[in-house]
Every structure is written in structure tokens, then in C-alpha cells.
């Protein structure tokens, strides 16, 4: 078993979640359990949450408040954090790639990713408008990330949603499950020793 934590940000390749989703599940070998975790923006881009199931939950900024009342009780993105043996956040938005990188934690995707344990791993997918990935900014963050032995799948060159073409579009959704399951595979092999 798998726990795989897929975070969802505020750009609109967020749309192809339940292709990510479907490829993630659909593995052979390994039973997978997947927790989606969605930034407010996030959630603009999903009209409905047709996808949970028994190996599926999706949680927002309003499970993280309404799930805590009193001491004693589970704080969402440390038990998030904790529950997860792989983090991957597709898309990931300029605005919270820049919080990753600068260590801001002001929501629950942002939270888990401050809380991480940098032994496992952690996969991003930047999506981004092609004049914001070239911006000197985003190369600076995204090789903090890389320092920090976060993996990251680049963004590809296409006609994006706002008409302009160039680099900036999230890796297709085949790339990301293969990478996915080879993470898992190797992760198998690592746990069988
Ligand atoms: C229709 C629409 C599409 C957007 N697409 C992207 C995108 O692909 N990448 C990106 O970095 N920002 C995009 N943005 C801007 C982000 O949604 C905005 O920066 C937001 O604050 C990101 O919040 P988050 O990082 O907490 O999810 C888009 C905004 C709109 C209105």
C-alpha cells in the first residue's frame, strides 16, 4: 500500500485532476490511497468532486479549520503530512511554487509542504503563463526546490488556455503518472529490502 498526497493549485490545469487521478489509481502492483488536498483557487477549477471513494478523499482549507476544535484534537497537515509517502503537487501555481520556496505556510497545501519530512519524496509540476515561467523569479524558486532534492517534472511548451504559446504548461498527465509509478517501484523495492 501507497499513500500517495496530491496538491492542486490555482492554475487551470488543475482542470485534468481526475485524469491524474485515474492514472495514479490505476496502478498494477501496488494497492494506491490517494488524499487530494486543494488551495481555494484550486478549487475553482473543479465544478464537482465526483472522484472520492474509498481510496480517495479530497480536503480543503475548510477541513483544516473545521477539523480542529480543542487540544487534543488532530491537526489536518501534520497528520497529512505524516499519513503521505509521496507528495505531489500538479499543478503547481507561480504563487504557491514562490511560497514553497520562501517556506510561507498559509493554507493547508502550503502547510503539509512546511511540515514535510524531506527524507520522502516530493515531486512538483510547475503550470504556469509562459511570460510568468520566464520571469527571473521562477527559476530561482524552482532551483531552491531542487536543492532541496524535490523532483520536479518541467513544464512543456503548448498553446495555453490564455492563447498565448510557449513554455509554461503542466507536463502531460501521462509524463506525471509514469514518473508517479516509477517513484512507487522504486519505493516497493526500497521497502522489501
Ligand atoms: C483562469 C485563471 C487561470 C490561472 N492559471 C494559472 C496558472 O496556470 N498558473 C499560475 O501560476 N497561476 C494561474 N492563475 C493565477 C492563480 O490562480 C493565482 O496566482 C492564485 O493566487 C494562485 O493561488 P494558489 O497558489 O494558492 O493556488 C490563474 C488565474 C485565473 C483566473
Same mark, same amino acid.
Given at each position: 500500500?501507497?499513500?500517495? $498526497?496530491?496538491g492542486?493549485?490555482?492554475?487551470?490545469?488543475?482542470?485534468?485532476?481526475?485524469?491524474?487521478?485515474?492514472?495514479?489509481?490505476?496502478?498494477?502492483?501496488?494497492?494506491?490511497?490517494?488524499?487530494?488536498?486543494?488551495?481555494?483557487?484550486?478549487?475553482?477549477? #473543479?465544478? @464537482? $468532486?465526483?472522484?472520492?471513494?474509498?481510496?480517495?478523499?479530497?480536503?480543503?482549507?475548510? %477541513?483544516? !479549520?473545521?477539523s !480542529?476544535?480543542?487540544?487534543? %484534537?488532530?491537526?489536518?497537515?501534520?497528520?497529512?503530512a505524516? !499519513?503521505?509517502?509521496?507528495?505531489?503537487?500538479?499543478?503547481?501555481?507561480?504563487? @504557491? +511554487?514562490?511560497?514553497?520556496?520562501?517556506g510561507?505556510?498559509?493554507?493547508?497545501?502550503?502547510?503539509i509542504?512546511?511540515?514535510w %519530512?524531506? @527524507?520522502?519524496?516530493?515531486?512538483?509540476c510547475?503550470?504556469?503563463?509562459?511570460?510568468?515561467?520566464?520571469?527571473? +523569479?521562477?527559476?530561482?524558486h524552482?532551483?531552491?526546490l +531542487?536543492? !532541496?532534492?524535490?523532483?520536479? #517534472?518541467?513544464? #512543456?511548451?503548448?498553446?495555453?488556455m490564455?492563447?498565448?504559446?510557449g513554455?509554461?504548461?503542466?507536463?502531460?498527465?501521462?509524463?506525471?503518472?509514469?514518473?508517479?509509478?516509477?517513484? #512507487?517501484?522504486?519505493?516497493? $523495492?526500497?521497502?522489501?529490502?
Amino acid at each position: 500500500m501507497v499513500n500517495v $498526497l496530491l496538491g492542486c493549485t490555482g492554475s487551470v490545469a488543475t482542470i485534468k485532476l481526475p485524469l491524474l487521478l485515474q492514472g495514479i489509481l490505476d496502478q498494477n502492483e501496488t494497492e494506491v490511497k490517494v488524499n487530494v488536498v486543494l488551495t481555494r483557487r484550486g478549487e475553482h477549477f #473543479i465544478n @464537482s $468532486l465526483p472522484f472520492s471513494s474509498e481510496n480517495v478523499k479530497v480536503f480543503t482549507d475548510e %477541513d483544516e !479549520w473545521s477539523s !480542529w476544535e480543542k487540544r487534543g %484534537d488532530p491537526v489536518l497537515h501534520i497528520e497529512l503530512a505524516k !499519513w503521505a509517502d509521496i507528495f505531489v503537487i500538479a499543478p503547481l501555481s507561480a504563487n @504557491s +511554487l514562490a511560497k514553497l520556496a520562501n517556506g510561507l505556510c498559509d493554507n493547508l497545501l502550503t502547510c503539509i509542504a512546511r511540515a514535510w %519530512d524531506q @527524507s520522502k519524496p516530493l515531486i512538483f509540476c510547475p503550470a504556469m503563463n509562459t511570460k510568468m515561467y520566464e520571469h527571473v +523569479l521562477t527559476k530561482e524558486h524552482i532551483d531552491k526546490l +531542487l536543492s !532541496w532534492g524535490y523532483k520536479c #517534472i518541467p513544464v #512543456i511548451e503548448k498553446t495555453l488556455m490564455c492563447g498565448d504559446t510557449g513554455l509554461g504548461a503542466m507536463a502531460e498527465v501521462d509524463t506525471i503518472v509514469e514518473y508517479i509509478k516509477n517513484v #512507487i517501484k522504486e519505493k516497493k $523495492l526500497y521497502k522489501n529490502v
